[in-house]
């Protein structure tokens, strides 16, 4: 395959401050050339994949600016499929910065950002949704992320697509093959035949779409407001699920209303939680006002955690709360397990809501409250092959639409070339997940499925 | 200078196959003086494969080249012995139609056609050289020394280019069986520094029809109303025949694995690709062993000939496996082989050597068409002969080249496909790789392409007037339809809306149309504004 990319690039592949050690990669055809300008070792040449120890030196003068360890990956072995350097020397951003100013003047050309993975994707060494996931990686704030970031960058998303695109290939083969190939001893699929195999590819995709539930806050987060009148214990619980997780530096975006909020982790997913203590006047005025404002606060939220006093009789103003909540995704939480309990669990209309009875106070029930928060997003159902990114949900979402169409027009009896129209849009959406099929393929699909050749 | 030179044209024309004669035809037509370069004049157009012109998305080509000016349609149309409107069962859009030719007919037709073309002569001589200076072609140098001197120069040479013909173990150099290869144009050509590959086609035995017990065999009829290729053709009038279909058996495919050992393909004798979509009958032996039995078309060779050829079979096994492979068949337990099958190697060169034009980019003013670009197909041939001898003229003529979108036609799909992606094995038309092939119809053909080929000065005033007649008369049609009221449930609509429901046919309301419009519409006329409709 022809390709524009012949130039060498470099860049420093570690973050430019003070540390132990730093990385200067290169990647294109003159990369160990440059790097044999600028080093110099006893074993004087490197090797594929054998790391060398020797002295980093300006070629103009012979001073020895570091001593480094350099390995050289031979073309097509190494991430970028080119011939490609990493030397690894110290830390320091000004060693780091002259010997990549070396391999500059060496005749390297700066990278762009992200321009090695995009070489890696141009030569197919990965697909673009292992691109993708390799910056999800590197930008990962949690273990969950890091976990899900890695299956895709090793294909975890091709994977899954892979089996349902073969399915669909292979009935776009065979419809293709009894319009081309009428002359030729070629079966033709019964319509109901066609049919059925519609339904097993979209069989296929529908749980992959629906991995996006979850997958969609595995990297934007989620937004937890809880909701309740004073002294249920709100802040209580607040602080509970806050207890022994990291913080995490950066904020999940939300809103910027006067409610206390806290960004962490709970169970591996970003959990911005968000309380509405300090609004809790006893002036009946005010208490209104309160319930407003963080009504409001409420509406911004993914989830919502309803708490009550499980130690009280049930009062008014929860089931004024409660009263609001209606049509809201929200978990009844019942605090204060540790006291005697005294609420009437009649009014709480429970349903067949999932109730988390804790105590704040002691701990109690708060795992399970961690584990319920996230139940209904099936993160307990494992994460394999999870679609975390709206682009790919959006692709998949596209091919199942084409082909529900390319149902209806089975059904109402259209001609082939016109169902394979929707199989083709099908195919084009999964294609921006996996890599592209082309006709090429699909002519080699029918070839060796069936003997043509009148 | 000009007196280094014996003769001079504006476009010369190397090889006189089909795509050699539509490039000539189309270069003189658009006012070039024109030669037209073969090794056997006996020879031209011949068919040196199956006797049989379409068949789907190659239908659609013929009909495009029809529409654009060409003229293998109106030939075969003259010739065709079997019409067939193949995908008929299926929506508009991949119906297709096919012909059996008769195969000397074809020949004498299409030299006839390029005869009374004023501006074109036909030349029988080796070409040994393309002449070029500075990146330019000058002209070509013919055997016996002789200089000719050209604008433009379209190569054609089909199996030509260093053509080796294997047969069993035996093999030698031939452009086709019983013709002698072109060797020193090979040489002029990669002297050039193309990217050049060789490829590998084959054909079948041919069988004394005498000897063969059609009476066993399953008969295929063609059409009861033939369709025809050229949008100029009122009736096809010419006697009709049958094609006959057999199976192969397993007694026939285990002689094919008891002698693979003499098999060239297998021994390794033969290097170039071959197509998949056309098999020798030792790969589809070998490769789908579970299949008990290959189906074979016999199709006759023409009016005038009792010669078959044995569609499905192609083969290079030695001469004598041959025979012994078509006794094995029914029906052909008896039958005397008149010529046996080969395969035969020949140089192609890369298309992503050539500009969307045709044209090289190495050599300006040197053209390549057909089976050189690394296609099969007469009529894959025909459409690139006829874009290179366009542009050729077009070019000499000082004017924008003249390029097909993927959207307008077969043809821009078949060039685009070439010269962006190159190819590695015979290219051959399907419909699928058409991504608008729902608009790319037999029926619209020439509204697709014949203003264009107005435009360009190919088609003529007279049969443009005759394409603007007909294009009234479905206007005529589809505003009658627009104004009858039909009753349906829901109350009253109009034919045309009528007509958009699958079930309804444009013959329900063909009785009603005014009779002089009715008696001058064709079937396939009134078929098209329906197709169009719905």
């Known amino acids: 395959m022809p390709t524009l990319i012949e130039d060498t690039i470099a860049a420093i592949s570690t973050p430019l401050g003070k540390s132990g050690l730093g990385v200067i990669r290169l990647s294109g055809k003159d990369s160990r050339r440059i790097a044999l300008s600028l080093f110099s070792s006893p074993r004087k040449d490197l090797q594929d994949r054998v790391p060398v120890l020797g002295n980093l030196f300006e070629p103009s003068t012979g001073d020895v600016i570091d001593q480094a360890v350099v390995t050289y990956f031979q073309a097509p072995r190494s991430f970028t499929r080119e011939d490609l350097v990493e030397i690894s020397c110290h830390g320091s951003p000004v060693i780091l910065k002259g010997v990549l100013g070396l391999a500059l003047e060496a005749g ?281 990114n709206v682009r790919h949900e959006q692709l998949i979402y596209g091919a199942l639409l084409a082909l529900s169409k390319s149902q209806n027009s089975l059904i109402n009896g259209m001609p082939h070339e016109v169902i394979l129209l929707d199989l083709y849009a099908a195919l084009k959406a999964l294609n921006a997940l996996t890599g592209e099929t082309t006709v090429e393929d699909i002519l080699g699909n029918i070839f060796s499925t069936f003997c043509i050749g009148k | 200078m000009a007196a280094d030179f014996n003769e001079v044209y504006d476009v010369v024309v190397i090889g006189a196959g089909h795509a050699g004669c539509e490039a000539a035809l189309a270069a003189a037509r658009m006012g070039m003086s024109t030669a037209l370069y073969t090794m056997n004049a006996d020879l031209i157009a011949q068919m040196s494969c199956n006797p049989a012109i379409g068949g789907i998305a190659k239908g659609h080509i013929v009909r495009e080249i029809d529409g654009l000016g060409g003229v293998m349609g109106q030939v075969i149309d003259r010739v065709g012995i079997q019409f067939r409107l193949l995908n008929s069962s299926r929506g508009p859009a991949v119906w297709s139609p096919r012909a059996q030719a008769d195969k000397q007919g074809y020949r004498v037709e299409m030299r006839r056609v390029l005869e009374r073309q004023s501006g074109l002569r036909i030349k029988q001589a080796e070409v040994v050289a393309i002449l070029r200076e500075a990146g330019r072609v000058t002209g070509l140098e013919l055997r016996d020394g002789r200089r000719v001197r050209a604008h433009a120069v379209i190569l054609t040479t089909g199996t030509f280019l260093n053509g080796l013909i294997h047969i069993g173990e035996n093999r030698y150099s031939a452009g086709r069986s019983g013709e002698t290869p072109s060797i020193p144009l090979a040489e002029s050509v990669k002297s050039t520094g193309f990217e050049w590959g060789r490829m590998k086609t084959g054909t079948p035995p041919r069988l004394d029809g005498r000897t063969i017990d059609f009476g066993s065999l399953e008969e295929q009829k063609g059409d009861a109303r033939p369709t025809p290729f050229s949008f100029e053709t009122v009736a096809i009038t010419q006697p009709q025949v049958s094609c006959f279909i057999t199976y192969t058996n397993e007694t026939a495919h285990q002689i094919i694995r008891d002698n693979m050992n003499r098999s060239p393909l297998y021994s390794g004798q033969i290097q170039g690709i071959g197509p998949r979509y056309c098999p020798s009958f030792e790969d589809k032996v070998v490769k789908f062993p579970d299949k008990v039995r290959h189906q074979l078309f016999l199709e006759p060779e023409g009016l005038t000939t009792n010669e078959i050829y044995v569609n499905g079979l192609s083969t290079s096994m030695p001469a004598d496996v041959q025979m012994r492979l078509v006794h094995a068949i029914p029906g052909l337990e008896n039958a005397e082989v008149i010529r046996p099958g080969y395969a035969i190697e020949y140089d192609f ?186």
């Open chain 1, 108 to 388: 390297a050309r700066l990278a762009s950002p992200g321009e090695f993975t995009l070489r890696a994707f141009l030569r197919g060494r990965i697909d673009l949704v292992q691109a993708e996931a390799i910056r999800d990686l590197i930008e990962a704030q949690t273990l969950f992320q890091v976990k899900v970031a890695q299956e895709q960058a090793t294909g975890s998303i091709s994977r899954r697509v892979r089996p349902v695109k073969e399915q669909l290939v292979q009935l776009i083969a065979l419809l293709e093959a009894g319009i081309d190939f009428a002359e030729d001893d070629v079966s033709v699929l019964a319509e109901g035949e066609i049919g059925r195999r519609l339904s097993d590819i979209e069989a296929g995709l529908v749980p992959l779409r629906a991995s996006f539930a979850l997958g969609r806050i595995v990297n934007s987060g989620l937004s937890i407001a809880l909701a309740g009148r004073p002294n249920v214990g709100k802040s209580s619980v607040f602080n509970a699920l806050l207890q022994e997780e990291r913080a995490i530096v950066t904020e999940i975006p939300g809103t910027t209303r006067d409610v206390v909020s806290e960004t962490t982790q709970i169970q591996g997913i970003p959990v911005r939680l968000m309380d509405t203590a300090g609004i809790r006047e006893a002036n009946d005025r005010v208490e209104q006002l309160g319930i407003d404002r963080s009504m409001e606060a409420l509406a911004d939220a993914d989830r919502v955690l309803f708490i009550v006093d499980g130690s009280e009789p049930w009062t008014a103003l929860d089931a004024e709360i409660l009263d609001r909540l209606e049509g809201r995704s929200y978990l009844l939480v019942v605090n204060k397990l540790d006291l005697e309990q005294q609420i009437d669990e009649g009014s709480l209309r429970i349903g067949a809501k999932t109730v988390c009875r804790v105590s704040a106070k002691t701990g109690q029930g708060i795992d399970d409250l961690r584990r319920a928060l996230f139940k209904e997003y099936g993160l307990l159902e494992g994460h394999a092959g999870l679609v975390t």
């Open chain 2, 349 to 534: 060169v890369q298309p992503t050597e050539l500009h969307p034009t045709l044209e090289t980019k190495r050599v300006e003013g040197l053209y390549h068409a057909g089976q050189i670009n690394g296609t099969t197909g007469y009529e894959e041939a025909a459409c690139q002969g006829l874009i290179a001898g366009i542009n050729a003229a077009l070019k000499a003529q000082g004017k924008p080249a003249f390029v097909l979108e993927r959207d307008q036609a077969y043809i821009g799909i078949l060039i685009d496909d070439l010269v962006t992606k190159g190819t590695n094995e015979p290219y051959r038309m399907f419909t699928s790789r058409a991504e608008f092939r729902l608009h790319l119809r037999i029926d619209n053909a020439d509204q697709r392409l014949t203003p264009l080929g107005r435009q360009i000065g190919l088609v003529s005033e007279t049969a443009f007037n005759r394409y603007r007649a007909k294009q009234e008369r479905l206007e005529r049609l589809m505003s009658h339809l627009n104004q009858v009221r039909v009753q349906v449930e829901a109350g009253k609509i109009s034919a045309a809306q009528a007509l958009k429901r699958p079930e309804i046919k444009i013959e329900a309301f063909l009785e009603s149309a005014p009779d002089e419009l009715r008696e001058q519409l064709s079937w396939e006329e009134s078929k098209a504004v329906e197709t169009s409709i719905k």
